[in-house]
DNA sequence: TATGAATGAGGTTTCATTCAT
DNA sequence: TATGAATGAAACCTCATTCAT
């Protein structure tokens, strides 16, 4: 028993390293430019272990967008749980979107791109439900804090699931462009400032006036 | 110089016809899968003179998405130039969105994506150059629509540059987001509705209480 | 002592259970197809077992191969044995080769692939050794009903070595021709007829006029 | 038009080049074995050249075997059609058969190896397609001089498909098994001798008594 | 003896780009 | 200017084999 947790345990941090791994190369090199050698080398392993734990590059690097869109999720979830006012927990989303896209920019950004039928079409079934379910249950938790400030009258009376799309598209939006703005312009930090604005226009928004 | 002008205007065809069959395949290949040799076959030419008139595929594909920016531009210029209320103004632009995204969403998603750190960085400056330009330009047509908000006081009185930040990246976002998950519900033709409920809640929420 | 007679047998006992792993997937799969990992999925074992028991993947084709060449022996043998008249005896072999190709086809198919200078030349001498002296057994066997009835000048007066060549090469030709011709005609079960045809052509081009 | 013809005489130059190229490594060193770089070098090319007249390895290979049936076909057909006696095409077809194995032997077992599910499986249908039709013109021209002999009364009254298979299986079967012996016993050249011993068998046995 | 995770060499294949015509 | 055959680098991925446990 001792043994086959052990050796479940290894198994997830073998996965975890490489992960990890690729997460320092497709940041810095982007999907297309990486390539699996590389990432083997930054694992210190073979290339052909990363094929014992992923299918392809492909399913790697979704992965890796999974689980930022995972850590996103059980923080948007946490702010949802909480005892506070609708506007307070609008006003956290800001910050865990803000948090988040300080962690990894580059796989958030990629993450976003992940988001077009392009790149879906390739994946393997498991992984897309995976994708699918984690997308959703974000989704789900930010149509909840709209929902609430619907029936107590704060908000709007628009289509919840339609308003939280707005919310979120705000937010991935805000990441891609300002991102290729800063680029272009050689400006740095303004991604903060500017999903900051965003939500003070969101939250302006939202409410019924 | 009758002759000059005809060999100039002949290779301004040929480019446009380029341009045009590699809409066609970017459309429905994407960057990546899509093949010079496609869009060589596409334009009824020979891959060879491809980089007779683009230096190589990245900039065959930027080429493609500044005209398409360039179009964008053009239409929220118009808009901005009207004689109507700043509020009439907001409403339009989302139908300039509307339009665009209905020509060929596919290729507004390629725009998006072009805005990523990882393809600007292998662009000519030139290209680049142009790219700026044509961007900051559509950029400042809404700046200018969003000051006129403020200074009228209609407008919550924040930074101008970042609320056009936040009004582009919205209505681009929605475009993104809701393709996806078009994608992965297997819905329809609700980005239509989904940029509507967008443009109500920035216009409400640009507006002062 | 009967502890090491049990290892012994044990030993037997995996590497047979090895060999019918590899029948199977060898027959479905053929040579190249096939994958260790497969082998030893299908035997219940890890794939590093295999290598205790065969040194390499085309040593432990070769010991399959030479599974069936023993059998074939056996029964040829079995054959020459009996106190028959020659042109019986002949007819027999007829049925030994048939019942080997109904027991299974591929597994035939792949002992004649066997037979070709590319795989031969990559065998350890003692597998090879085993080969050539199973293969002259079956051979010999065959050399002494042609001399029997060469002897007792039934049959015609060419060398005896060439004529069995001729039998055996005209049976394994047959199973072969027939299999591939099966698969691009889409037609079944003819070479059982086809081999009787055989027979009858050989016994007959063997018998002096 | 000259123009045209031009192209289309080096194309056809190139493509003989390469499957001469291929023919000597497949020959020395067997397909699997052999690799595409070592083709391409071996015909001075690159190894993308090759996959603009090959849609892979496989089908190089194949084209290879065809082209040898195919010279087998034309040289069997060019007897069947000679004004001379039924039993001196047989003799003739027998000279035809030791050239063909004297040319390339080692083409020619490939080309039987080719005979079996396994390859057959993986190939594109257009040279399947060709492959049949080959396979089936040189067997059709076995068939025409078996029924010669029938109608002439020479012959054994037989199903005449079934006669051509045995001629067909004997020579394939005595080419495999003679090499595979050869090989075994470090002995040469005697296959051709071999084939003589095989025909005269055949021969008589499927001569009326 | 048995395991099975890890290895890593090496093969096939693709495709952006070039250049002789 | 246009061609398109040829290039060749480089990437992905497989799988027979090993070896620490």
Redesign the pocket.
Known sequence: MGIAER?QR?KEL?RAQIIEAARKVFSTKGFNT????EIAAQAE?????L??YFK??EELHTSLSIEILEHLTREVKKVVAKDISVEEKLDQLKHVFIDVYEYDSMILINLFHLQSGETLRNLSPEVLKQLKRTSSEAHGAIIEVIKEGIDKEIFIDEHPVALADVVWATFSGVVLWVDSKRFLNNKKDFVTSTLKTAFTVIANGLRRQ
């Open positions: 050796k290894e073998r990486a390539t699996m050698e392993l073979s290339p052909g272990t094929y014992l392809n590059k």
